[in-house]
Each structure stands twice: as C-alpha cells, then as structure tokens.
C-alpha cells in the first residue's frame, strides 16, 4: 500500500509499505478522509514537541471497516476513531482522565497515523459513523477537542468567554462556547479568520490582536468585567503569555493550544485575579460521543469549516502550498 511519510520536518514523502495484518485486539481500517490538522502542520515545521522522524501524519480520520474483532461492525461500514491510545492502568486512566494518560500515544503523533491506504487501530477505539458522512466524521475528533476544552472551563450560560486564535480549533471551541450560551468574543491576528467566526461560529464580537486599544475593547464589549473564561486555541507562546491580561477577576484560563516553550506571567497579577489555570489535553469518550450525537442532530454543521478538498496523490506536492495558504480554514485528504 501506498503511504505518506514525514520523513524530516519540511519533507512529505510517498512510500510503499506491508499492508498492516491484522492482530488480537484490533482492526483493519480502509482510509477515505483525513483532516488536515494544527498538529500536523506543527509536525511538518518541526514545531510540535512530540514528535520523531520519520512519521506518517494523520489522526483525523474517516474509514470503512475492513476487519478485525470489533463485533459490532462489518466490512464496508464507516467509522471514526479515538486516536488516544491509552494504557488503561496508569493514575490519569484509572479515574477515566484516559486524555491525559501518563502513557499516551497518539495514532498519528506518538505512532503512525492515517496517511496511508489502510491503518491497524484497536478496536475499541473505533466508533460508530451511523448518520454521518465521510467529510463529517474525520471532523469529529477536532470538534471533540474543542468540547473538551469548553468542559474543562465549565462554562456557564451568559458568560463573556474569549477565545484567542480563530483556526479550526478555535472556531470550533468559540462554536461550543456558544451552544454552552456563553457570550463568545474572539481574537485573532487574520481578519478574513475573525469575519468566519462572527459568520459561523456564534461569535458575538470579534477584535484583531494587533489592535492597541484590545484591552478597553474587551473591556466595553463585557460591560467593564473582561472575560471571565480566556480560552488559548493559538499555541502561540507570545499570545498565550499575553492573554493572562484579559482574565477576570475570579475568572479562569484554558489552554486548549500548546508550544514549546515556558508560560510566564505577573504572579501579582495573577493572584489578584485569584486565576485558575488550566490545560486540556485530547478529549474523552464522552466529547467524542457528544460530538457525533450533536453533529447527527444537526446542531453543529463542522463541515462548513473545510476549504480545501485535496487528493491523496496530490498531496505530497501540495502540502507546503496548502499549510502558507492564509484562506485555509480545513483542509480534507480524500482517497476516493
Ligand atoms: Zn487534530
Ligand atoms: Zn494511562
């Protein structure tokens, strides 16, 4: 079968590998769409800090069941997976934070990922696509992050939460904010970004980071209050550092991004805030499954996000095109 390998940061690669054969415990899944994802635009700049070389990208997928012991499917039907692979046994899995397994591999990331014809995944990873189409099932582990991430804030009806970084993450995050009734203010540098999320994503305001007067406009745009949720969906390290300033006071911060580097910020006033501060890492069975049934229901439409359907065969030429395009919202790899 045919592969994609990230051979080194800045260099994608067609290959020819063993089709996978199938063991105890997993199943054989066919590829037809991968999500083009931060992380992978992260592990192809050599950016991300979890990566090894080489890797095959790819851990927003949608498949047909080819085989394997997942009794509950047959050959042909479509599904998604969970690419955490946790441990099961680890002080994070054992009281059901499987997200943040101390052991985590992430399909994709840790192992390799779905830029292949056909993938080994354990079956009980997989999930069921019932109602939903190619396009609409390799967004769903996106989407779920971003749940993750607004459950991890516990979000409140009415509330002023800001999200920083208008990409796939963060308009979804600001989509979720909204159905959790919050009022959603966004930021980001790229201003075709902020006019999506006003247009699609619930977004009540939405302001350009480089703008000077930022701080007064968060300040008239929540009554005086500033935002008592900031939610960080950029993983810039300049943007995450900056943002402790928009907190409210009693207010918290999430960390839905990530980056390399050190997070530093004014203890005086942080603690004045009386701040809490928070990661969210992945996501749960339980964002995954919310996801799918909301995305059934209708009540998130994730694919008005993709702009750009690229063929598998063309992708190693078009990748580093694709990821400087400054229109790209989601990009999906279709194998058809
Ligand atoms: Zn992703
Ligand atoms: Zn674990």
Redesign the pocket.
């Known amino acids: 079968m045919r592969i994609i390998s990230c051979i080194k940061p800045g260099e994608l690669a067609y290959r020819d590998a063993p089709e996978p054969v199938c063991l105890p415990g997993y199943s054989i899944i066919k590829i037809r769409r991968i ?1 083009i ?3 992978d635009i992260h592990a192809f700049g050599g950016t991300q800090p979890y990566f090894s070389y080489p890797r095959v990208l790819g ?2 997928l949608a498949a047909e069941f080819v085989e394997g012991d997942a009794r509950c499917w047959r050959k042909g039907d479509m599904v998604t997976i969970i690419p955490y692979q946790h441990c099961g046994n680890c002080i994070a899995c054992r009281s059901g934070h499987t997200n943040c397994c101390q052991h985590m591999q992430v399909i994709g990331v840790h192992t390799d990922g779905g830029m292949a014809e056909f993938l080994m995944v354990p079956s009980h990873l997989l999930l069921s696509a019932e109602g939903l189409d190619p396009d609409q099932l390799a967004l769903v ?2 989407f779920a ?1 971003a749940a993750h991430g607004v459950g991890r804030a516990a979000v409140l009806p009415q509330e002023n939460v800001l999200v920083v970084g208008a990409g796939p993450i963060g308009l979804a995050t600001m989509e979720m904010a909204a159905i959790a009734g919050a009022n959603v203010l966004a930021i980001d540098v790229n201003d075709s970004r902020l006019a999506w999320a006003k247009k699609v994503a619930g977004v009540k305001a939405a302001f350009n980071a480089q703008d000077r007067r930022l701080e007064e406009l968060l300040r008239d745009a929540t009554d005086g209050d500033m935002p008592t949720v900031v939610m960080d969906a950029t993983g810039n390290q300049h943007a995450i550092n900056n943002a402790f300033r928009f907190m409210a006071h009693a207010g918290r911060y999430v960390l839905v991004g990530l980056q390399k580097g050190d997070i530093t910020f004014s203890h005086p006033e942080f603690h004045k805030r009386e701040g809490t501060l928070l990661s969210s890492r992945n996501a749960t069975r339980k964002d995954f499954d919310w996801v799918l049934e909301n995305i059934r229901v209708g009540r998130i439409t994730p694919k008005k996000y993709i702009t750009h359907h690229i063929h598998f065969n063309d992708i190693v030429e078009e990748f580093p095109h694709l990821i400087a395009d400054a229109n790209i919202v989601k990009a999906m790899i279709y194998l058809d």
């Open positions: 999500g994802c931060g992380t851990h927003e582990e996106p992050i």
